[in-house]
């Protein structure tokens, strides 16, 4: 075996193992304990030149907001959060809660209401609160009428065990 060779070969046996690391690092068992290795996507990020500070769990469990929702159609593409997007599903985009929640929404003008998970961010227009699913809009029975005027409320951050869930 060459100089050569035994290096690369050392070099990937370094990285494989490296690797290795970071694997079971991800996997570490999630306890019942709230809060504990609770895994959220909280890292700003900027869209159109504007830059996005998610809030941290303890401020999105008492998160409270009004505003005009909209209704999008993003099927079969990844969410921010990583999962993918697909039709009949109960999710939500929106700018600055951290991922993934699940939020309380509730149509104001009929008072219907479901919960959808927050796992993609928008909208990116202005005066708008957040987005919803087309499965969120026709339970709040604004699907195929435009914007709707909404109220927002975090149930819970976080998913599994090891979830935060806010008062009531």
């Known amino acids: 075996m060459t100089v050569r060779a035994a290096v690369v070969l050392v ?3 370094l990285v494989a193992g490296g690797l ?12 019942a304990e709230p809060g504990k290795n609770l ?7 900027t ?12 401020a999105a469990l008492k998160y409270k907001a009004e505003g005009i929702a909209s209704c999008y159609d993003d099927y079969g593409s990844r969410g921010a959060y990583g999962e993918i997007l697909r039709k009949g599903e109960f999710y939500a985009a929106h700018t600055t809660l951290p991922m993934p929640c699940r939020v309380r929404i509730t149509n104001l003008s009929n008072g219907k209401s479901c919960e959808a998970r927050v796992i993609d ?10 987005d919803v699913s087309y499965a969120v809009a026709g339970e709040l029975g604004f699907l195929g009428k435009g914007l ?21």
Not at 148 to 168: C, F, I, T, Y
Request: aromatic share 8%; hydrophobic share 35%.
């Open 148 to 168: 709707q005027r909404v109220r927002v409320e975090v149930v819970s951050v976080g998913d599994g065990p090891g979830q935060l869930k806010a008062e009531d």
């Open 11 to 13: 070099g990937f046996m």
């Open 47 to 58: 869209v159109f030149g504007k830059r996005y500070v998610p809030m941290g769990a303890q």
């Open 121 to 130: 961010r928008g909208p990116f227009t202005a005066n708008r609160l957040i």
């Open 39 to 45: 895994r959220l996507v909280t890292r700003s990020y």
């Open 20 to 31: 290795s690391n970071c694997v079971s690092r991800k996997t570490a068992p999630v306890t």
